[in-house]
C-alpha cells in the first residue's frame, strides 16, 4: 500500500520555464509534508517543507502547495535552472499526537531534466 | 562544519556474512534512521531511534539489526538473514521534534558478490 505516490516517473523542462512536479497521498492523518532533491550517489537534500495548516509555502525559487481535499501537493520551481536538474522525492509524515518520531513515508521519485 | 558521516561509501560482501554501515552526526540531533532506496523506488524506513539505548522497527526491518549507545552514532548491521541486502543505504538524523525535517548522509552502496 503506498501512500505516497509520485505518478511522473520524469519531467523535462525548458531553461527558464516552470517545473511543476506533483506527489499525490491517501492517509488523512499526514500533517507534514517535504520536497528533498537527490543527486545520484548522494543523499537527498532538504529543499522546503508545509504543514497542514498552511496552503502555500514559499522559499526563493521553490513553492510548495497543499491540497488537502484533493490530498495532492505540488513543488514549483521559477525559473528553472540546469543546475536543478537531479531526482525529486515528496515524502510525509504524522506529527500531532508526538508518537510518529518524525517516520517519515516517501514517494517514487521524479527525474527533472531542465535543458539549456 | 555540522554534518552526517557515512562510511564506507562502497561495500562488498560475501554472501552469508553480516556487515555493518556506519553513521555518524556532529549535529546534536536527538533521533536517527535508517533507509534503503532500491533503483526507481523512494526510500524505506529500517529502523529508528528517538533517543540513545532505544529504538524502534520501521516498515522493513527483518534482517537488519541497529544499536544507538551514542547520541552521535547509529550503525547499522546487515545480517545473512537479509534476502536481497544489494542496496544503497542512507542514514538521516533530525531534532526528533514535530515538524521538523530530516538531513540525511551521502549513502553506503552494499553489494553482495
Known amino acids: 500500500d503506498q501512500q505516497v505516490k509520485q505518478n511522473s516517473p520524469s519531467l523535462s523542462v525548458q531553461e527558464g520555464r516552470i517545473s511543476i512536479l506533483n506527489c499525490d497521498y491517501t492517509n488523512s492523518m499526514f500533517d507534514y509534508f517535504l520536497w528533498y532533491k537527490k543527486y545520484p550517489a548522494e543523499g537527498p537534500t532538504f529543499l522546503i517543507s508545509?504543514?497542514?495548516?498552511?496552503d502555500k509555502n514559499e522559499d526563493g525559487r521553490f513553492t510548495v502547495f497543499l491540497n488537502k481535499s484533493a490530498k495532492h501537493l505540488s513543488l514549483h520551481i521559477v525559473p528553472s535552472q540546469p543546475g536543478d536538474s537531479a531526482v525529486y522525492f515528496c515524502a510525509a509524515s504524522v506529527n500531532a499526537g508526538g508518537t510518529s518520531y518524525g517516520k517519515l513515508t516517501f514517494g517514487q521519485g521524479t527525474i527533472l531534466t531542465v535543458h539549456p | 562544519d555540522g554534518g552526517i558521516t557515512q562510511s564506507p561509501k562502497y561495500l562488498f560482501r560475501k554472501e552469508g556474512q553480516n556487515v555493518t554501515l556506519s553513521c555518524e552526526q556532529n549535529l546534536n540531533h536527538d533521533a536517527m534512521y535508517w533507509y534503503r532506496q532500491d533503483p526507481g523506488q523512494g526510500l524505506r524506513l529500517i529502523y529508528y531511534s528517538q533517543i540513545v539505548n532505544d529504538f524502534q522497527k520501521g516498515d522493513i526491518a527483518e534482517g537488519y539489526s541497529v544499536s544507538r549507545e551514542k547520541k552521535e552514532s547509529f550503525p547499522l548491521t546487515v545480517t545473512s538473514a537479509q534476502k536481497n541486502p544489494t542496496a544503497f543505504y542512507l542514514c538521516?538524523?533530525?531534532?526528533?521534534?514535530?515538524?521538523?525535517?530530516?538531513?540525511f548522509g551521502d549513502g553506503t552502496r552494499l553489494s553482495i558478490l
Open positions: 508545509i504543514s497542514s495548516i498552511k
Open positions: 538521516a538524523s533530525s531534532m526528533g521534534r514535530d515538524y521538523q525535517p530530516q538531513h
